[in-house]
C-alpha cells in the first residue's frame, strides 16, 4: 500500500519540478537565480491558496452547473492570480529576457500545481495511476506552460514593439487564459491531455530559448560597443561634440557648473557600470567564473551619492542620457545583487 502511495505522489508532483530543472539546466546564461526561482514558487502557491478560496465560493454559488465555472470562471481567475507575481517581475525589471521570463512563469505555474495535487492526493484519494499521470503531467504542466507563454509573450512585445503597461500585458494573460480554459474544455483524450502540455511546451521553449539568446548575444554586443565608445568619448573630451553632449550643454544656464560636472561623472559611471554588467553576462555564458569585485558597492554608493547632490530636478534632466530600457534596468539592479 505504501508503495502505491508513494507512486500516487511521485506522479503527481515530480513532472513538473523536473521540467522546471530542465528549464533551468538548458539556460545558457543562467540569469534566473535559485532564490528568485524559490520566490515564484511560493508565489504559485500563495495563488493556489488564494484561489483555493475563490473557487470554493464559486461552485457552491454554481453547484447546479460547475463545468460552465471549470471551463471558463476557473482559467481567469487562476492565470490572474499566477499573473500577478510574473506581471512585478517584468514590470518591476527583475527580469527582462524571454528565457527569463518563460522560467520564472513557469515556476509561478508548478508552484501553483504543487499546491492544488497536493489537494487533490486527499479527494481523489484511491483513484488509479491514470488519474495521476494526467495530474501530474498534464495539469500539472499545463499550469506552468501558459504562465510562462504568458510572461514572455509581455517580454516579447516589450522588446519588439516597446508596449508597456497594459498593452504589454493583456495579451499574454488574455492566452493564457485562452490556452487553460482551452485544456479544462476536455476536447482531447485523457492520453492527449497528459501528452499535449509535454510535447508542446518542449518544442515551444525550444523555440524561445534559441530566439531569446540570438537576441540576447546581439544586444550583449551591440550595447557593450556603444557604452565603451561612450565611455572613450568622455575620456578623451570628444563628448561635447555628441548630440548627448550637446544636450548636456544646454542646460549651462538651467544648473550651475558643480551640479553638471556630477551630471557628468553620474553618466559615466553608469556607463561604466553598465559595460561591466555586459562584460559579466557574456563571460558567464562562456561558461567562465565571475570573480567578485571588492569595489562594486563603493561605486554604487558614489552613484547613489551622486543622484542625492544631482537632486531630483537634475536627475529629470540628466535622465534623457541615460538607457532606461527594461534590460538597462534589469542589467543594473542584477550587478547591484552580486
Known sequence: MWIDEALRCAVALLPVLLFLAALRVFDSYKLVSLPTVGSALAAGAVAA?????????????LHANPELYIHFGAPVVEELAKGAFWVFLIAAARVAFMVDSAI???????????????????VLKGRGLGVWLLRGFGTA???????????FISVYLSESRQWRG?????PGLLLAMLLHSFFNQGM??????TAAPVVGLTVIFMVVFYFSEQSLSRWLGGKLDQDIDMIAMIASGEFK?????AYLMSLNGAFPPEVRGDMLTFLHLTLELSARAKGDLMRREAGLEVPPDPDLESRFKELRYLEK????TGMLAVRPLLSQTPRDLWEMQHLGRH
Do not use: K
Open 49 to 61: 491558496a488564494i484561489c483555493y478560496g475563490i473557487n470554493t465560493v464559486a461552485f457552491r454559488q
Open 104 to 122: 520564472c512563469g513557469f515556476a509561478i505555474g508548478a508552484g501553483f500545481a504543487l499546491v492544488e495535487n497536493v489537494t487533490y492526493l486527499e
Open 141 to 151: 504542466v499545463m499550469h506552468g506552460g501558459v504562465a510562462a507563454i504568458g510572461a
Open 166 to 170: 497594459i498593452r504589454q500585458f493583456a
Open 188 to 193: 482531447l483524450s485523457p492520453a492527449g491531455l
Open 241 to 245: 561634440q555628441t548630440r548627448q553632449g
Open 309 to 312: 547632490s544631482i537632486g531630483p
